[in-house]
């Protein structure tokens, strides 16, 4: 009975043996330094057509397309992978976690906050956490301190909070108002007096027009339809580029967050 | 019986299946230059992976990367050395890198003083594009052998200086009477759609300020009639640049049906000598 329990233990410890020991990780290494992207890719997909389920072989594919910049992959596998094995890989590799969060942060909400979901039960390092706390400051504003910025990400925060602050209907009302003040207001200086004479010109062509021939005369309608648009889509444009500007403040800050505590040590 | 047959069409469809892709090979090689223990064996690995690369025609930023790993001074064995120097300059004269291509053929010729008509050949095309000079020097040594024959590669040289003549003659043209210039380069389509928007604008503008509607015509002069009219010299300018490239590109083409045959005789082939 001893013997056969032995036996037992044996062959159980071979087998997981077996499964951890696929991935020759200097093997690896030696494609990393040479650059070898498409060796190791072959080499990593021989192994995952041999041990389709073994955690550590998708653990290193993740690694390889997050290194070579190959993000829809990544996040591919990052969506088809769920299991608490897979996790403990992801969460438990520092080097891994630091890299993962500084790139995902700069590849839009979802992806952040799916990554950030999955990592809540894990011990981050400290990178990750002020990366997670960066990525939240930003998601609410108005909840968070950002006093734990370090003095060079303030001023891009603070461009960022500014902006957020604004409202798009302001723009509008101010661009209705006078032709380019909600440009302005969206901290597009360069596009204010553009756009006011381009109002001016084709109010003035209307205006001439109408005043020599009445509003039902052909070239009369054509020069008020004219102005109309350019009027009309003066506001509107005001309006939507405000959200534009935001989103470009909220992007910026990220990156400028990710380039902060970015590393490259995700191999070595 | 029966069974021997079945593993043997079992060993033949494994064959088939493994067959050898690019990737697979250069894996391979790679692993065993992984686990090579000399530096003479990772350069001969090297050397088959290079091969490799020219084998599947492949040329790309791994073929360059690979042969830069190469280090020449390991090669002891001079026919595989020349070999490598004859097909570095072959594949880098295709990605068109001629700097590189410079420097492995005469690295190729220090070692063999080749003096065939191929060699000359791979030098004709690779200082062609960079060496006016050199390439002269290469041409005459072929013509002298058989002018006949190789007088026909001088075009190689004068792809660059096609040119189409009196630039300005169209483009004054085209300011005198929109259009003109663009018809007289045989574009007429595109002239005389030229010469309709500057009139139509001419005419609006006349129009609009014969109604006194002095300010309207102001403004249209300066945002139609000037934008048309630098416009119609545009499209002059790049209408000749199209017609110039054309010429060229036909001159090309001749050069290429002319000098075909010289290569079809003395072939710029890669030398392999891995087993391939």
Redesign the interface.
């Known amino acids: 009975m001893e013997k056969k329990k032995n036996k037992l233990f044996l062959i159980t410890l071979l087998f997981a043996f077996q499964i951890y020991g696929q991935v020759d990780s200097l093997l690896i290494d030696h494609f990393v330094d040479g650059y070898l992207k498409r060796e190791h890719l072959f080499y990593l997909n021989k192994l995952k057509k041999e041990y389709p389920k073994n955690d550590t072989v998708v653990f290193e594919l993740a690694k390889f397309h997050l290194y070579y910049d190959n993000f829809n992959s990544f996040e591919k596998i990052l969506n088809n992978s769920k299991s608490d094995t897979l996790n403990n890989l992801f969460f438990n590799d520092t080097c891994f976690v630091n890299y993962a969060s500084f790139q995902i942060i700069k590849n839009g909400q979802a992806n952040s906050i799916n990554w950030f979901n999955r990592s809540s039960s894990y011990n981050l390092p400290q990178h990750t956490k002020q990366i997670q706390k960066s990525f939240l400051l930003v998601e609410n504003p108005s909840l968070t301190d950002a006093s734990f910025l370090p003095s060079q990400l303030q001023s891009y925060y603070a461009d960022f909070y500014k902006y957020n602050k604004r409202k798009p209907i302001v723009a509008g009302l101010l661009s209705a108002i006078v032709p380019g003040l909600g440009k302005r207001y969206n901290g597009r200086k360069h596009t204010f007096l553009p756009s006011l004479l381009l109002n001016s010109i084709n109010g003035f062509l209307a205006y001439e027009s109408i005043h020599r021939y009445g509003i039902k005369n052909p070239y009369s309608i054509i020069t008020t339809g004219m102005f109309s648009v350019f009027y009309l889509s003066n506001i509107y444009g005001s309006y939507y580029d405000l959200k534009n500007v935001q989103i470009e403040k909220r992007n910026s800050f990220l990156y400028e967050v990710s380039d902060y505590y970015s590393t490259s040590c995700l191999y070595k | 019986m029966r069974y021997l047959i079945i593993i043997a069409l079992v060993v033949c469809i494994n064959n088939l299946s493994a067959q050898t892709s690019l ?2 090979d ?2 391979e090689l ?2 065993q230059i ?1 686990s090579a223990n000399s530096d003479s064996a990772v350069n001969s690995l090297l050397i088959k992976k290079v091969e490799t690369y020219l084998l599947y025609k492949e040329f790309s930023y ?1 073929l360059v ?1 690979d042969s830069r ?1 190469i280090n020449l001074l390991e090669i002891t064995d001079s026919l595989t050395k020349c070999n490598l120097l004859w097909n570095l300059a072959v594949a880098y004269n295709i990605m068109e890198d001629y700097n590189y291509a410079t420097y492995y053929y005469e690295e190729y010729y220090k070692l063999t003083k080749d003096e065939s008509i191929n060699t000359k050949l791979l030098a004709i095309m690779i200082y062609g594009p960079t060496d006016s000079l050199y390439f002269n020097d290469y041409y005459a040594s072929l013509t002298s052998r058989n002018s006949a024959k190789f007088s026909c590669l001088k075009c190689l040289t004068e792809i660059d200086d096609i040119k189409l003549d009196h630039q300005k003659r169209y483009i004054n043209a085209s300011r005198i009477l929109p259009g003109l210039g663009t018809m007289l380069l045989k574009d007429y389509f595109n002239g005389a759609g030229s010469l309709f928007f500057n009139a139509a604008s001419v005419t609006a503008v006349y129009a609009l300020a014969k ?3 002095y ?2 015509a102001a ?1 249209w002069s300066f945002m139609l009639v000037k934008r048309f009219y630098s416009g119609n010299i545009i499209l002059t300018k790049q209408t000749f640049k199209d017609k110039e490239a054309e010429k060229r590109s036909n001159f090309a083409e001749e050069c290429s049906n002319k000098i075909t045959p010289i290569f079809n005789e003395f072939p710029i082939e890669f030398r392999l000598n891995s087993g391939y």
């Open positions: 990737e697979r250069l894996f790679e692993t992984y791994d990367r790993r109604n006194q509607l300010f309207g403004i």
